[in-house]
Structures are given as C-alpha cells and as structure tokens.
C-alpha cells in the first residue's frame, strides 16, 4: 500500500530533482519541511520564486545580478582587467580573497564536443569586444584545468590574436593545507613544472 | 564586493536550513535553481506549499496523510495487529517489505529525558486505547535499538499491563548483506544472543 500521501510524494520528486540529492535524502528533507511551520515553509517558496524571477545574468559580463548591471561592472567600470570564468559562481573564491579588483566575465562553459558545447554556445565574441572597447590591458583565465578548459583557453588565444592584451592563467600547483602523500599525478605534474627558485 | 544577489542569498540560506546541508552544498542548489526555468521553480515552490498545507498527522494513528484518515487506517480497519514506530517515515520500509498487512501507529518519539521528551509528549494514552478498543491481539514494537527506545518500549509493556494484547518486538541481529568482519559490537551480541537453532 502506498503510504505517503501524494503532495508529499511531489515534494520528495522536486528535492530528488536537485543535483547531488538522492531518494534517500529527498524524503529525509521532505519530511523535514513537514516539521516546519507553514509560514517557514511559505518564505521558502517565495524565496525561490524571489531568486528565479529576480536573479538575471548581468548584460555586460553574464554575471548572475538582480540589478540591471551587476556590482562589479558597475563600481569597476573603468578598470584594466578582466577575469574570465567559467560560471557565476566561480567569482566568489577571488572577492574572498580580495587579490583581484578587476572586472569579470562569465564565458557560461568551456567547449566541449562531447557534450556538443561549441565556440558559438559561449559569450566569446561578446568578451572579444568588451576587451577591444574598454582597452582592457591584463586578461586573466580562471577556466580550471581540464582539457575542455584548454581548449577554450586555446581558442580565446586565437580570438585576441593582435589584439594588444596580456594573456595570463592561475598558476597551478600544490594548494595550500594538502598533504603531498594525496596530491594527484596531474597537479604534481605541474607544481614541478611550475617550480620557481628559492 | 558582495557578489551574489540578495534574493540568491537569501535562497542560499533556505537550503543551508535544511538537515545535512551545509553552505556548500546550500550554493550548489541554489545556482542549480537559478539555472531552472521559472515554471519549473514555480511547480517546486507550489509542491512545498501543498505539501506544507495539506498533509497532516492521521488522528487515529499520527501516520501523514492527506485525507481525513490515512490510508492504513481505512483499508485495515479491524485488522488485529499494531505496528507501533518513531515516526511516520519508518512505515515505508514495512510497507515495502510487504511482510506486515496490519495496522500501524506513530508515537512521536522516544522517550529522552536529555532532550525533554517525557511519556508525556508521546501519544501513549491514545495508543492504550485504541489497543483496548479496537481489541488488538498483538501488539509489534518497531522502535529501533537505542536506550530512549527500550526504556520506551518498557513504558509500553507497564501500561498495558492487564491488557491481554501480545507484545512482540522485531527482531535484532546481523543485516542483510553485511560483512561479518564490520558488524559492530552490541549488533554481534544481540545476533549471538538471539541465535537459533538450524
């Protein structure tokens, strides 16, 4: 006999639908939401209408932003670099760290044919213009290290070819805190290649 | 520079709110949402609310429902035997076992008196009247195996004392499919203490 009634049922579909969320974890969460109060659970529903009505990708560097440019090209307009990355969210760990006052620009993927991601589903030409018109003088990729990030580095290269930009990349190696018995042949790899004098 | 919209963080914050779901993973979802379309985050938003709002506890036996009374108690009505559980999810597994074609009823805890739970705040009373009432013969304790269920379990047995219901508790020993060599002390003990003969 089917125990759970139907709504519920909805709702362990809708957490099970996230990624990285199991069935297991799906009722666990929803039988969570059953614990909470209805007016809690009323603010949780509009804040994700709130996020999915409101939250749109910057137009100028894709960035996702409720506003009608985002901060950062708004309060940096002006500044003489920029930092591409893959996605949105991969602006967060650089203001964490508060290295790098640049502007930003969200490329939305790296190519990859596999998954049938070409030059023409990402904001390359957008990011070729930007760099030419505001006469951008450092351009930083921030792409992480697979081979569908070189490739698309690869292809930026192309793009800016006599184009007057400094091209550079994070440097890759060990990261801090990791004990060097676990760190993984690829990024051994690089840290020795990479090594700098003393 | 904040970076991210306030109405993603605050959505941020509703996944952080859930059990077992730490920042990280509260900004996964919610990027993952952002990438949702809007009917999609609509239906998710409606499913919280219908769930929040039509299910409640069965006032026969505390299991969820949607409906006046829950499933179980409708279709088994007269049935003889109580399963008696934690909480409302612990009916699945028995349900999908398809062993137990009895009644079932939700406690609402365990007894704990460092977390405050007294007899109290459990549906005791309910539970010895529905035994007597509806002239249950047996009564299946499906507690789990921790101190607060044993001494709740004890509760139980005291206040049916007179009561001519058997009392029956679900067996305890080595899991389906586990390796000998990982199976905890207390579980070997119980195992060995409960051992038959072949």
Same mark, same amino acid.
Request: net charge negative.
């Given at each position: 006999m089917n125990v759970e009634p139907q709504s519920l049922e909805a709702l362990i579909g809708e957490f099970a639908s996230l990624p990285g969320v199991g069935q297991k974890t799906a009722r666990r969460l929803a039988y969570h939401i059953l614990s909470q109060s209805k007016s809690d659970v009323q603010r949780f529903a509009e804040n994700l209408i709130n996020a999915s009505t409101k939250v749109h990708p910057c137009p +100028? +560097?894709?960035?996702?932003?409720? *506003?009608?440019? +985002?901060n950062t090209c708004r309060d940096r307009s002006g500044a003489k670099s920029i930092c591409v990355v893959e996605? @949105? @969210? *991969?602006i967060i760990p650089f203001e964490r760290s508060g290295i790098y006052k640049g502007l930003y620009f969200v490329l939305g993927g790296t190519i990859s044919p596999l998954d049938g991601i070409g030059p023409e589903h990402l904001h390359l030409p957008q990011l070729v213009s930007r760099i030419k018109e505001e006469g951008i003088e450092e351009l930083v990729l921030a792409l992480g290290s697979s081979t569908e990030a070189d490739s698309t580095a690869l292809m930026i290269d192309r793009l800016l070819q006599g184009v007057p930009v400094k091209r550079t990349r994070l440097a890759r190696g060990i990261p801090m805190g990791s004990d060097l018995e676990f760190v993984d042949e690829v990024t051994m790899l690089r840290a020795f290649e990479g090594r700098v004098s003393l």
């Open positions: +100028c +560097c894709h960035a996702f932003t409720e *506003d009608e440019i +985002c996605k @949105s @969210s *991969d």
